[in-house]
């Protein structure tokens, strides 16, 4: 039934989501840590690469986890009546999971570009002049 199968992409979708967003929050490791936690007077590169990184990673982790809530709505709107459209071999609840986990495999590459742009930005950015702002001016006078 097509609302079964609904239900069972919503929740591997989901959980698809869910290991994104996981991911950027656990991907640091104690020697990352100790250099985002070491403090710069100027442009940090580590602090840019793990913003950059979690960035990538909500990003992609938003797109699944809207993409697992629009097929909840459908699952509930459509009648338990009508017959999934999936061939045979994808209506087992394992393999419709696995098939989702194997869909999802690209999103892990797109975080990487993603994450690679964002850094790329960043460092471009750091390397023009920086006007002056008057609140640290004015902090650092005295």
Same mark, same amino acid.
């Given at each position: 039934?097509?609302?079964?199968?609904?239900?069972?992409?919503?929740?591997?979708?989901?959980?698809?989501?869910?290991?994104?967003?996981?991911?950027?929050?656990?991907?640091?490791?104690?020697?990352?840590?100790?250099?985002?936690?070491?403090?710069?007077?100027?442009?940090?590169?580590?602090?840019? *690469?793990? #913003?950059? +990184? !979690?960035?990538?990673?909500?990003?992609?982790?938003?797109?699944? $986890?809207?993409? /697992?809530?629009?097929? &909840?709505?459908?699952?509930?709107?459509?009648?338990?009546?009508?017959?999934?459209?999936?061939?045979?071999?994808?209506?087992?609840?394992?393999?419709?999971?696995?098939?989702?986990?194997?869909?999802?495999?690209?999103?892990?590459?797109?975080? *990487?570009? #993603?994450? +690679? !742009?964002?850094?790329?930005?960043?460092?471009?950015?750091?390397? $023009?002049?920086? /006007?002056?702002?008057? &609140?640290?001016?004015?902090?650092?006078?005295?």
């Amino acid at each position: 039934m097509l609302q079964r199968d609904l239900t069972i992409m919503a929740a591997s979708v989901g959980l698809v989501s869910a290991i994104f967003f996981s991911f950027g929050a656990t991907s640091a490791g104690p020697e990352e840590i100790c250099l985002q936690a070491t403090p710069y007077w100027d442009f940090s590169e580590p602090v840019a *690469r793990a #913003l950059s +990184a !979690q960035r990538a990673q909500n990003v992609i982790g938003s797109i699944f $986890l809207v993409i /697992a809530f629009i097929l &909840q709505i459908v699952a509930v709107v459509v009648p338990p009546s009508v017959s999934s459209p999936l061939p045979k071999c994808l209506r087992n609840c394992l393999a419709l999971v696995i098939s989702v986990f194997l869909i999802a495999i690209p999103g892990f590459f797109a975080s *990487r570009i #993603l994450e +690679a !742009q964002a850094t790329e930005k960043a460092m471009a950015l750091s390397k $023009l002049p920086k /006007a002056p702002t008057p &609140q640290l001016d004015s902090l650092c006078k005295p």
